[in-house]
């Protein structure tokens, strides 16, 4: 086997490994009226009625593994998810929203899950199943912000390069439901189950804290936007927003965890990467990089040549874990993961020989069909800077890779661990 059918394979079989319903059969169970998540207990008998909710990606096999736990003790269930439903639930209301830009649709489904969450009693229990890109599937704009704005002020954030947190640091302070305004009526008791998007498991980044609390000012906002260059570009009125509420911190969202809720990550990033670990070991020697991908897709291309020229001293695959960032300027087709794999190939030549494989675990990188890239250098190499240089200005990665056979496609997969990057040297 070569070693880049060895990381196709690993990819593959990560994928099986890794899904939300593997990731809830193994880490919850119900018996006796106990339901048992990690080392958290709670006791069902206590509580007249017990409702599921959630909202992301991955809701849909989140919620039948759920349902197929608790069976009949479930009274009723509510999700706002990105795909269509292809999963057959008992009792289930399903609405397909938005992503990555809210919409309409976002509003009405954030007023449904906002009026069943204001609805529950003491008596009732609710288990929330929370997971990438709620941020865009469930949004309530302030009073005085259009969804037209906020829309608009989105598509910035997200094509001038800003992480993720700060995106959501924004995002919470423009919005009347997220930093934990969705659950300021909350009077019964719950569990949220986390699928992690976010690096290090910030839950206050996680869904923009719809049911946690936010630790970040207007003035982090504001900041935020300034750091990107982007404040200027967004329209007045939300400028304008932050500024005053900058100067009437009495506005500011909640600051304190809410004591009827529980929060338990249940998929991250790094469970990604020791499963990755555990199918790559009995082929390769394979160690995990604690580093994680954060910055621009240039800073690091470059940030991970440097270190395959420093480690190409003896057959070692390494692992890295996170999400970059692309400061889009032009409308080609590709994404985040493409985009490394070809601008991290732009820096090889013959005497560097690497398997390079990017991908998402959600199983769509950007506007394109693809998950990712696999790259293979050696002594057959032929890179020509300057081509690779042209459809990197363009923003076509995908285009150049469906030329040379190295496009990874799969299906969407309902799940956001964030990306992986295989290395082999």
């Known amino acids: 086997m070569t070693d880049k059918r060895l990381l196709l394979n690993a990819f593959e079989t990560l994928l099986k490994e890794i899904t939300p319903e593997n990731l809830l059969n193994k880490q919850c169970s119900f018996n006796d009226n106990i339901l048992k998540i990690q080392n958290s207990t709670f006791d069902l008998s206590k509580f007249k009625n017990i409702h599921l909710l959630g909202s992301g990606k991955a809701v849909l096999p989140m919620a039948k593994s759920i349902q197929n736990l608790l069976g009949y003790k479930i009274k009723d269930t509510l999700l706002v998810g990105a795909y269509e439903k292809n999963i057959t639930l008992k009792d289930t209301t399903y609405i397909q929203s938005s992503h990555p830009i809210p919409s309409k649709i976002s509003i009405i489904s954030s007023e449904l899950i906002q009026n069943r969450l204001d609805s529950f009693s003491k008596d009732d229990f609710f288990i929330y199943l929370l997971g990438g890109g709620t941020s865009s599937l469930l949004e309530i704009p302030e009073t005085s912000i259009t969804l037209k704005e906020l829309q608009r002020t989105t598509e910035i954030m997200l094509k001038n390069a800003m992480p993720i947190e700060k995106i959501n ?23 949220v189950l986390v699928l992690s998007d976010v690096i290090g498991d910030d839950l206050q980044s996680i869904g923009s804290a719809l049911l946690y609390y936010d630790e970040t000012t207007f003035l982090d906002a504001l900041n935020s936007l300034k750091e990107y260059k982007v404040l200027d570009k967004i329209p007045k009125s939300i400028q304008l927003f932050l500024k005053k509420g900058a100067q009437n911190r009495h506005k500011e969202s909640p600051k304190h965890r809410n004591p009827l809720l529980k929060h338990i990550v249940i998929g991250s990033n790094k469970m990604v990467l020791e499963k990755a670990k555990e199918i790559l070991t009995p082929h390769i020697e394979t160690k995990i990089v604690q580093e994680a991908l954060s910055k621009e897709v240039k800073y690091e291309a470059e940030k991970l040549y440097n270190f395959a020229k420093q480690n190409a001293k003896k057959r070692c695959c390494f692992l890295f874990g996170g999400e970059c960032t692309v400061d889009v300027k032009r409308d080609g087709i590709g994404g985040r ?31 394109s069909d693809a998950t990712g890239a696999v790259i293979e250098t050696g002594e057959k190499t032929d890179v020509d800077s300057a081509i690779i240089e042209r459809y990197l200005n363009d923003f076509n990665s995908n285009i150049y890779f469906s030329k040379k056979d190295g496009l990874i496609k799969t299906t969407p997969t309902h799940n956001n661990l964030l990306d992986i990057v295989m290395m082999i040297l």
């Open 337 to 367: 993961n493409q985009h490394l794999a070809l601008a991290f190939l732009k820096h090889c030549n013959s005497k560097l020989k690497v398997v390079f494989l990017s991908a998402a675990t959600d199983g769509v990188d950007g506007n």
């Open 169 to 191: 640091c924004v995002r919470k302070h423009i919005s009347a439901i997220k930093g934990g305004k969705l659950i300021k009526n909350l009077k019964a008791k719950g569990v």
